[in-house]
């Protein structure tokens, strides 16, 4: 199997514990805390792009943390050992595993994106643009909360 994203960056000791989903969670919660501000001050303009920043932190984490999981999950599942074994032939070269897996992932992360996409617009179109974001937010801090209880759990 080839690597994850997270074993081919370089990490401190000291601020170990702010890898993947626990640093993207907790500086999502911060940057919130910073709208919060923005809003109690009524610079709602760029309390909204201080949110959306911090939607972009939160969903960096999540696309790595689900980029190494469908990449595995393709490379061991769909094609499992078939694909690096095969005997060498003057045939053309062939696509290996780990593409196969990074083109699979890639494909389904796409095809999330629009779905998520889709269920935003619905929101919007449903429920209005202040229950919208609300809800967003909501969800947000409540994503970022799971991000870090699920890296506390895993140690």
Known sequence: MGS????????IETVRYLEGASGHA??????????????????RGVAVVVLLVAYGV????LSIFIWDKLRVFFESTLWGEHGETAPRT???HRVSTEMKAELAAGAAMVAGFIL?????LGLFRTLGSQQTLILAVGGLMLGCLAGLGWAYKSG
């Open 58 to 61: 939160a969903l960096n984490g």
């Open 26 to 43: 907790v500086l999502s919660l911060v940057v919130i805390l910073v709208a919060g501000v923005l809003l109690y001050q009524n610079r």
């Open 90 to 92: 003057l045939a053309p």
């Open 4 to 11: 994850t994203i997270a074993e081919e960056t370089v990490r």
């Open 116 to 120: 998520f996409l889709l269920l935003v």
